[in-house]
Structures are given as C-alpha cells and as structure tokens.
C-alpha cells in the first residue's frame, strides 16, 4: 500500500501507544514456559508479537484474547511439544532469537525461519555462544535462517556480549534456564534488560552484580499477571512530530521509560527539546511515566558508542529530526543498524536523500548538517516498519509532501501509528 503524508500545521493533543514489543515478546515466551497462566495486559498489537504467539501454539501452547489482555497458558519448563511444521518467526528478529535459545534445550528436534528480510538477518551471533552451551544448530551459510535445531542438554557459560545485543542475551539466558549451574552474562554494551527485569517475576533465580548477570538454575517458574508500558519506540515517532510542528503540545501518558531503551530523550534533551516528565513510576520492574512533548528549536548533536545502544531503534527518526536541528549531527558506531530489517545506514540515506536532503553516509552512520528544508517527492519503506514511520514523520515536516511505498510494513510493530498521527495533527 501507498500512503502521501500531507504537510501538517502543528500536533495537538494527548495519546497513549500500545504495549511495548520487546517487553510484550519476553512475557508470552517466559509465559509458556512457566507453570500456570500468564496474563498480559496491553500487549503489543503489531504483527511481531503475533508471530511469537503463532509460533508457540506451533509448540503447543495454547493463549486466548480477552479484553485487551492475551492469556498465555504456560505449559512449563518441559512441557512444549514437537512440531513437524517449520516455525514461522515472520519478520520478527526478536522471536527467531530468543525461541532458538528455548529450542535448543529441547528433547526434539526443530526448524524456524522467516519472511525475505529476516532470512538475510545474522543468526551466528546466537548461535556461537549457544554452541558454548552445547547446543547444536544448523544455518544457512552458517548465519542465517532457516536454522535447524536438534535439542539436547545444555551447560552453563560465562560469555561476554561481542555485540550489543539483548536479542543475543536473551537468548543466552532463555537457554540457560535449561543449562543445570550458574550461567554468567556480562554485557559492557547495557543493552535493554526486559528479560532480567522480568525473570524475577516469575520466579526465577536471577542476580546483576559489576554488570554481570548470574541465572540459577533449575528454576521453576510461575505465571504472573503484568501490565505492559507503552512502547517507547513507538510513542519516539510522535514525540519527533511534536518537536518539529510549530505550536505544538502533546501529551504522552503511560510510556516506558526503562533508561536502555530512552536514548532518545537523553539525545533530545541535549539537543535542546523541551520535554519535561509529569510523572514516573515502576510497573513490573519498568519505570513508566507520563510527559508532555512542545515545539523547540533543535542543536546538532554527536551519538556515540555511549549511547547508541540504548537509541538504536530511533537512529533513522534522529536523520530526520537532525534536518532541523541546527548544526552537523554526526551518528557514528552504529553498525548493528545495517543489521536489522533492513539496512538501516542505506535507507535512510536513500530515502532522505530522495526528498531533497543532504546527507552523508559514513560505514557506522551518518552525518547530516541542518537545517535543511524537506522538499517532498516519492519514497519506499523497503518493508521496514521504522522507516516507513519515520519517512511519515518526515512527510509532516516537509513543503510538499511525501509519497510512501508499501506502508503496511507498520503493522509489524504499530497499526494505530496512522491513526494516532491524524488523530492529533492539525
Ligand atoms: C530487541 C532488541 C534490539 C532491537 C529490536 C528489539 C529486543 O535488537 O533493535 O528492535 O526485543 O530484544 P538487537 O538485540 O539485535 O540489538
């Protein structure tokens, strides 16, 4: 589908967004996991989520909808079933890694895949430390789905993340819960940390000491009943709308604000966006809070290996915001976005270079000197979510308007982005 973003004047208004993703995957697959049901409450509507949901019941466990809460009916730590079907992770990098962590300790064998773009997504980084653990997986070129995975014990292991990664880690601890002993993971990266934040809950045997985390195992897990903060990536594409409208005043109620995942806002503040937090409050491990988003004057910035992993999903929202803000914005270390559902660095360039903008791409990023005036023309999602919602952001800003190709790539992580957007643009 295509979709033309008009030109808008400013952003009023007040939103919530749906659950976050992230958090959303880890609760339905420690969920099925766990003795008892999981109920979750504001999960995350995207398609992503979907897959993991389909890809358990693949595994036999079973969740039902009610309300706006998914209940997933945990079938315990040795209670998933063979399936002769491939599991279909979809488009979702999240569910693929982290199932394959859970497969690997299985008394069968298995074989996950997914859509063009997940199959071209690297898989050695799980699969080298799960290898550690003595699991056995077959990929692709020896990187890349479909990965055939024969279940059998698992050790535990200290591992020290190459990447910054909490696909990787979650994937690590997943499987350690399988691995009898003490699994260590040190993470100098601080990637985001839903999966230790929400292990506890259920029960199992977790600790963080000096940045290294430690799973006791065996572990028994129970179900929990946990309600999901907004997602942060989701609610950064309207905060960006606000910021770059004259006039505008938005208010974000409920959004996660678990410090690995809002570089963002850190950036912004140092950039110079008027964005003061109303209220803050733990929900489930996760601090949550409610702020309000006006129209500022931006400055340049430099992003850096200090902070890219906790703003890694917003870096192609950052391009657009930086063809306002005042002075060269330089994002440098960010090669894992060459990584995700597409290549990221490429992109964006091309896309923003395709509406009129001047910027540079560099092997690790990109640099771009505002402010600049967003002309308007035709541009492709390439199927990625997130530039499909940030060449929308940009669209608003822009003189003419922007024609996006193949827009349903949204769903994946937020059908109601279109919605909301009308809903508080003027
Ligand atoms: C995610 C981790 C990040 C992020 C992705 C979701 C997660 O990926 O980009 O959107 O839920 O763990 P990496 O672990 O590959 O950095």
Redesign the pocket.
């Known amino acids: 589908m295509n979709y033309f973003v008009k030109p808008g004047k400013k952003i009023y208004g007040e939103i919530e967004c749906a659950g976050d993703?992230?958090i959303s995957?880890?609760l339905a697959l420690l969920g099925a996991l766990a003795s008892g049901d999981t109920i979750i409450r504001n999960y995350c509507t995207g398609q992503d989520f979907q897959s993991t949901l389909h890809c358990l019941a693949q595994l036999g466990v079973q969740h039902e909808s009610s309300n706006n809460s998914i209940i997933v009916h945990g079938v315990g730590l040795h209670g998933l079933s063979a399936t002769n079907s491939v599991l279909d992770a979809g488009n979702s990098?999240?569910t693929i890694?982290?199932l394959t962590g859970i497969l690997a300790a299985q008394k069968f064998a298995s074989t996950i895949t997914g859509d063009d773009s997940l199959i071209q997504r690297p898989m050695k980084?799980i699969i080298e430390p799960l290898s550690l653990m003595g699991a056995q997986i077959e990929a692709r070129k020896n990187n890349f789905p479909p990965l055939s995975i024969r279940g059998t014990e698992l050790k535990p292991v200290s591992y020290i993340l190459p990447?910054?990664?909490?696909?990787?880690?979650?994937a690590i601890l997943l499987a350690a819960l399988y691995a009898k002993g003490v699994t260590k993971i040190y993470d100098p990266f601080n990637?985001?940390n839903?999966?230790e934040n929400l292990l506890p809950l259920f029960n199992a045997e977790l600790h963080t000491e000096n940045g290294w985390i430690s799973l006791q195992n065996p572990a028994t897990m129970k179900g929990i009943n946990y309600m999901v903060p907004g997602d942060f990536?989701s609610a950064a594409f309207f905060i960006s709308a606000a910021l770059l409208l004259n006039n505008s005043s938005l208010l974000i109620r409920n959004v996660g604000l678990n410090p690995t995942r809002t570089g963002l806002l850190k950036v912004l503040h140092s950039m110079g966006a008027v964005i003061p937090l109303i209220k803050e409050y733990d929900i489930g491990n996760e601090m949550t809070g409610d702020f309000s988003v006006s129209s500022s004057e931006l400055a340049s910035i430099t992003v850096d290996n200090t902070i890219v992993?906790s703003i890694?999903?917003e870096l192609p929202l950052l391009a657009v915001l930086a063809t306002k803000a005042h002075g060269l914005t330089i994002v440098k270390d960010a090669k894992?976005l060459r990584?995700?559902e597409t290549d990221r660095i490429k992109t964006i360039t091309d896309n923003l270079t395709a509406i009129g903008i001047q910027i540079n791409e560099l092997k690790d990023g990109f640099t771009l000197k505002g402010p600049q005036t967003i002309i308007g023309g035709t541009v492709d999602s390439y199927g990625d979510h997130r530039i499909a919602m940030a060449m929308a952001i940009a669209g608003i800003a822009s003189q003419e308007g922007i024609m996006i190709k193949n827009t349903e790539c949204i769903n994946i992580?937020n059908p109601q982005f279109f919605t909301i957007l009308n809903d508080i643009l003027q």
């Open positions: 993703k992230s995957h880890r990098g999240t890694r982290l980084r990447v910054g990664s909490a696909q990787v880690k979650s990637s985001r839903h999966t990536s992993p890694i999903d894992e990584y995700k992580s």
